[in-house]
């Protein structure tokens, strides 16, 4: 495993995720159930769309190199434009995306926290920007573990801020700038996606 590519996927994923209605919803389940079960539930769901982004990404990494990688460079520009676009709205859209969850969110305990954690995360997450950046990281690093290490963990941090701080979090930070680094960080990675498809040699 290649730390610089997991540390790669790791700080895409943060900032493209917690302005995310990741963070809010498992904020929300967290206020209904314990924090520890939606953590679990949540996590398990992030798995298994991570695992899907990664083997789709190593699927679209065997075609020609330079057309794909020039493919995953349209991902990142897409990606950041759409969340520099969406940034100023991002603090107003907070509340709606909390009242949203919050009616689709019913009394459980233990393993039908879990369950419900996941399926809901599951289901709101399903062809997220995350996992198109996430199979776009795939198909220019051509390291599927490692963009799948850095990944997860990045998904996992972000529910566990939402689980345990979410609150607090929220009171301290404006969601509208941690986007518009997302954005950011996207664009340089489009940036640099747009070189290798040059032929441009670049260590990540």
Known sequence: MDLAVALTALLLIVPVELPDKTFIATLVLAT???PLLVWIGVGLAFLVQTLVAVTAGGLIARLPHRPVVAVAAL???VGGVVLLRGAGKADAAEAETEAEFEQKVKPATGLHAVAASFGILFLAEWGDLSQLLTAGMVVRTKDPVSV??????GLLLVSALGAVLGRTL???MRLSTIQRVGGGVCLLLAALSGLQALGVDLPV
């Open 148 to 153: 799948f290490v850095g990944a997860w963990v």
């Open 32 to 34: 209904r159930y314990r």
């Open 75 to 77: 991902l990142f520009l």
């Open 170 to 172: 929220l009171k301290r």
